[in-house]
Structure formats: structure tokens, C-alpha cells
């Protein structure tokens, strides 16, 4: 498997990257445990979770679950050092964790503390900020997001703030490195400044949606990965499983995400159906697992640090894995670029 470093740090994650948030609720503890054996045997090293998870629903019941299972692993003798572990502090508008309080210097210790207990480790590899405190174009708000929001000195003294307690936490040894989700270009050359500034945690990395079907990241994000060092986690990279094929005509298969969330948090649109077809028949064409190919292409943008995927059962995962050894062609990768050109934004 690749391995990539994480931003500026000295810290090398696989370019596939283990996702975790239906761990306790679609993934029973000992399902979860196989992924993470199954992941590692794979040359997988990198693991991100967060304390809100686990999803599909989400709920103040089952809030720090999926840590929990991952810190069971570790307790039952799985190895700390063969993972890079990633976490996320929930924040504004979350309102089962802390009744969706905005992230601040006041709530970092206690989120991390929190995190570290779940886990049953000394340490988070990679700590990464949910949600951006003043909201996010994210999750189909950008068709209406509102850039007029905080005033910004304000919004500059809170990531100072933040980055201060950050580096408390670096300096105890609980964090090694910082990394954000859901940010725009604007939000995470504000978080570098800062971090000039101030000397705390620099901005490692970016968790942002990314997949064939969901190209935001393509323009100023891009430039701003490459030029910054603030590799792309991408989260989605199969569009809730869209990719796979397995919801075209009509089809909802039991226990899948649409039969937990019908309109694939505003995924299923008249036009995604057409799109995914246009994929589907590329990948049919030259002989490649659809899923695979949405993976592999993802891996060859050269933003990407690492790939964020997710398996409800074993099956799932193996094809998972397999896409570390795909390597698309010229003509593949022209004809997934026709298509990005035939059915642009399809959510």
C-alpha cells in the first residue's frame, strides 16, 4: 500500500484510509474488529473515526460508540502502533454532542480527554475540527451557502484561541498533529495564518467530500492542497455507494444507506442516476469493478493524501482493498474526464 505524508508532519498514512462511522449501528463490535484485522493485513495503517460517530441515524444514545469499539480492539490486544488514528471534535449545530456548542479553546481539553478515554490510548495521531464554526458550503450548502457571516477579526482571535489550546495538548503529548473537515479555501488559509502567527499546530490535512459525483474540491481547495501542503482526506469517494451501481432502477437493498436515509443526505437527485450510468458504463467497457474505479481515480489527484472508505460487511471491504491495485489508463482517465463534462454537479 502507498504511503503518503500527512501535510508537514513527519507522519505517513496508506492511501486508503479505514472509515469507521457505521460502527455501531450497521457494524456490530466483532464486524468492526474483522474490518480493522482485515484492513491491517491489507497494509492499511491509517483509521479515522470521530467522537459523534457513529451515523445512520445519529443519536444522543450511541454519541463516542465507534470510538468506544476501536478502543475495545486496542484493549483486547490490538497493536496502537500499527494505526494512525484520526478523530474529529464536533462543534456548532452538532446539538447530540454538547448540545452543538461551537468548538472552542474552552472545550478542547474536555473533547480530547473524552476521545482518549473511548480510544483507550495516550494519543490521537490526527485531530481534526468537524464543522467550521461560522457553517460550511458542505453537504449541498453550497447552493445557498452565506459568506457574510462572523466578522472575521473574530473569527481570526478564536482559531488563535483554539490553536493555543491545541498546542497545550501538543506539548502534554495527546495530539501529534492538527487537520480540519469541511473548510474552505478562505477558512484553511486563515488556519495557516494563524498557526504563522501564533506557532501552534499547523493544518495537516483537509476532510472534505470528494468522489466522481462530488467535485467541489477541484478548483481553489486544489490549489490551495498542492501549494500548502494540506493534503485531501476524502470522505464519500463512493458517493454513499451510489458508485456502485447498486441503486440504479430504482433498487434499494435492505440495510443499505437509502433504506436508512432515502435521499442520501440530498444525493439522490433527478440527474445523479444518469451520471452514475455514465461511470458504470465506462468501468463495464474496460473490464473494471465500478467501485474500484471511483476509488483509483481518486487516488491518482494530486491533492489526495488518503481515501476515506467505509464497509458494512466483508464483501464490501475486499473490493475496497482491491482498488489499491488498479491502475487506470489514459483512455480511462479521458473518458472519466468526458464524463465529469457531460454531468457536472449532479447534486
Not at 456548532?92 to 461551537?102: I, K, N, Q, S
Not at 485531530?127 to 466578522?151: A, E, L, V
Request: aromatic share 8%; glycine share 8%.
Amino acid at each position: 500500500m502507498d504511503r503518503r505524508k500527512l501535510g508537514r508532519t513527519n507522519i505517513e498514512v496508506s492511501a486508503l484510509c479505514l472509515g469507521t462511522m457505521t460502527w455501531g449501528t450497521q457494524n456490530t463490535v466483532d464486524e468492526a474488529h474483522a474490518q480493522i484485522e482485515r484492513a491491517l493485513e491489507a497494509d492499511i495503517n491509517f483509521l479515522d473515526t470521530a467522537e459523534m460517530y457513529p451515523v445512520n441515524p445519529i443519536s444522543a444514545e450511541t454519541i463516542g460508540r465507534t470510538e468506544h469499539i476501536i478502543g475495545l480492539w486496542f484493549e483486547r490486544g490490538g497493536a496502537r502502533n500499527d494505526w494512525i488514528v484520526a478523530t474529529k471534535h464536533s462543534g456548532e449545530g452538532m446539538r447530540h454532542v454538547r448540545d452543538g456548542a461551537p468548538i472552542s479553546s474552552k472545550t478542547i481539553r474536555e473533547t480530547v480527554e473524552g476521545s482518549l478515554r473511548r480510544l483507550q490510548t495516550d494519543y490521537i495521531d490526527l485531530y481534526q475540527f468537524h464543522w467550521p464554526n461560522r457553517g460550511s458550503y458542505m453537504f449541498r450548502k453550497n447552493w445557498d451557502y452565506d459568506p457574510t457571516g462572523p466578522d472575521p477579526v473574530a473569527v481570526r482571535q478564536d482559531m488563535e484561541d483554539c490553536l493555543g489550546a491545541l498546542q497545550a495538548e501538543v506539548d502534554r503529548g495527546t495530539i501529534r498533529a492538527f487537520g480540519l473537515s469541511n473548510e474552505s479555501a478562505w477558512g484553511t488559509c486563515q488556519w495557516l495564518a494563524a498557526s504563522e502567527r501564533t506557532g501552534g499546530p499547523r493544518v495537516a490535512s483537509m476532510q472534505n467530500e470528494y468522489s466522481l459525483l462530488c467535485r467541489l474540491y477541484d478548483t481553489d481547495m486544489a490549489e490551495m492542497s498542492v501549494h500548502e501542503d494540506v493534503g485531501l482526506l476524502a470522505f464519500s469517494p463512493l458517493a454513499t455507494g451510489l458508485l456502485t451501481g447498486k441503486y440504479q432502477g430504482v433498487a434499494v437493498p435492505d440495510g443499505s444507506r437509502m433504506s436508512l436515509n432515502s435521499d442520501m443526505g440530498g444525493r439522490k437527485t433527478d440527474r445523479v442516476f444518469a451520471a452514475v450510468d455514465a461511470y458504470l458504463d465506462i468501468a463495464a467497457r474496460h473490464g473494471l469493478d465500478p467501485s474500484q474505479m471511483a476509488l483509483a481515480w481518486c487516488m491518482t489527484r494530486p491533492f489526495m493524501c488518503s481515501v476515506i472508505f467505509g464497509a458494512t460487511d466483508m464483501d464490501q471491504l475486499e473490493v475496497a482493498l482491491g482498488a489499491a491495485d488498479v491502475t487506470l489508463s489514459d483512455e480511462v482517465l479521458a473518458e472519466i474526464t468526458a464524463a465529469q463534462r457531460a454531468h457536472p454537479m449532479p447534486y
